[in-house]
């Protein structure tokens, strides 16, 4: 029998080498490289099964494929339907990861009894909390079903056991970190265990048609803890988002072999579980001061949805000799650039001048349309002029000054037109593809001097 090999493997990106290194030479990390006894894999001259389904794999035509009719399963939470895609899609494996206490848990909880209650097996794997726990919570949140079940365990040969003898349709895994694979000579959470754990979740999804969520840690940087092939095995990645001092809520899909990435569901949290917010737009605005100078909104697409969202600038002359320039929820660098271009284009000395940016309501935006409200929005703050509280802007800016043409117009002048927006900005260029519609007043701009001189006039 063959010696086991050692290896030194990295907990932050799964870098392997053969002997001990202070600092990662992939990543750049320090102090990660810890000591991994790799499996050694015996030779079989047997056919081989394929490691999904454990049948025997041959090769097919694909007119000769029959595509067994799988209907997604469709939960009581339409914000979850949306971000997956139109619903559950049987036999996969879903990925979510999001900061300590932001409501993850409580997601997973309430859909598997929402699941349960539809006459589902629920299997809910927990390996950080004990099941008294669990149904502290689940009773606070109104969760209980005669098919609902809790099992706290971390021995994943155990978990297959019971799924054998359960045999449910969902398997909640809270959380992946916490599991541990038998043959993997590491610590739990490590590398080598969250590979091994992933790939049996992978075997029992697609082998007996289970849909399993499971949970994620997050690093202080935002990235889900564990090695990048985490994410590549599952289906879907799935982004819990939002303030632990806020109500609100973001899932945001960013990862979905079944739709389409970018999809935003927003939910608020309160004592009983998580609420849907049917119309996120007005959550965004309904705390916006009607001549606040600094402000403008902007309508921007997160995968099939329209949300209007206010970006708010704050202009101050700087005391330091350097100025500072700070975002929330929106690219530093595209912020600076912008700055730049108004600088140059439109004759704001903002070089003495410190900015600080945020899109209201903790949403992140980071798509080329909100280019021509930041840029209103500072100029509005630098002016000390404020914009028409029913005005709104979409645009992508160049860095000759030109607003340049955006995707899927009609949609986000028709989400603004229903808010009661009465006039928007969009790209001259885009006025060519369609005929605007006559409950709002749309304006076709060409540069950002000319918009300037129509929001603030």
């Not at 697409?301 to 970006?311: A, F, K, M, S, W």
């Amino acid at each position: 029998m063959s010696k086991p090999k050692t290896s030194y493997v990295c907990q932050n990106c799964g870098y392997h080498s053969p002997r001990f290194l202070g600092r990662c030479p992939n990543c750049g990390e320090w102090n990660t490289l810890q000591e991994e006894v790799e499996a050694v894999s015996v030779a079989k001259t047997a056919q081989a099964t394929t490691t999904l389904t454990g049948i025997v794999a041959r090769p097919q035509k694909i007119a000769e494929i029959d595509m067994e009719k799988t209907p997604r399963e469709q939960t009581q939470l339409k914000e979850l339907n949306r971000v997956l895609g139109g619903g559950i899609v049987p036999g996969s494996l879903i990925l979510i990861g999001g900061d300590p206490g932001i409501g993850k848990s409580t997601l997973l909880l309430q859909v598997s009894g929402q699941l349960s209650l539809a006459q589902h097996p629920v299997l809910y794997v927990s390996g950080e909390e004990s099941a008294s726990q669990i149904k502290m919570r689940a009773e606070r949140i109104g969760v209980s079903s005669e098919h609902f079940y809790i099992y706290p365990e971390t021995n994943l040969d155990r978990i297959r056991a019971t799924i054998d003898t359960l045999k449910p349709e969902y398997l909640i895994i809270d959380s992946v970190q916490t599991m541990q694979a038998t043959g993997v000579e590491s610590a739990i959470g490590s590398v080598a265990q969250i590979r091994a754990v992933t790939a049996q979740l992978m075997q029992i999804a697609k082998g007996q048609n289970i849909t399993v969520f499971v949970v994620g840690h997050v690093t202080k940087g935002g990235a889900i803890a564990g090695p990048k092939i985490l994410e590549h095995m599952v289906d879907t990645v799935l982004y819990f988002e939002g303030d632990t001092h806020h109500t609100y809520r973001i899932l945001r899909s960013v990862k979905n072999r079944f739709g389409s990435t970018n999809e935003l569901g927003i939910f608020e949290m309160h004592g009983d579980g998580l609420n849907e917010v049917a119309n996120p737009s007005e959550m965004f605005l309904q705390e916006r001061l009607q001549d606040a100078t600094g402000s403008a909104v902007v309508v921007s697409l997160e995968g099939n949805r329209p949300i209007l969202v206010e970006i708010q600038a704050l202009i101050t002359p700087t005391v330091f000799g350097t100025a500072q320039r700070t975002a929330s929820g929106l690219d530093r660098n595209r912020v600076s650039l912008i700055m730049a271009v108004l600088e140059k284009r439109a004759n704001l000395l903002l070089q003495n001048q410190d900015a600080y940016l945020q899109a209201a309501g903790g949403v992140r935006l980071n798509e080329p349309a909100i280019d021509l409200a930041i840029a209103v929005s500072i100029a509005s703050s630098y002016r000390d002029k404020g914009t028409r509280a029913t005005d709104a802007f979409i645009g992508e800016l160049g860095l000759t000054g030109e607003v340049r043409r955006v995707n899927r117009i009609e949609q986000r002048v028709a989400e603004a037109a229903k808010l009661g927006f009465k006039r928007i900005f969009i790209p001259k260029n885009n006025l060519k593809e369609w005929t605007p519609p006559t409950n709002i007043e749309v304006i076709g701009v060409a540069t950002i001097g000319e918009t300037l001189k129509l929001a603030l006039s």
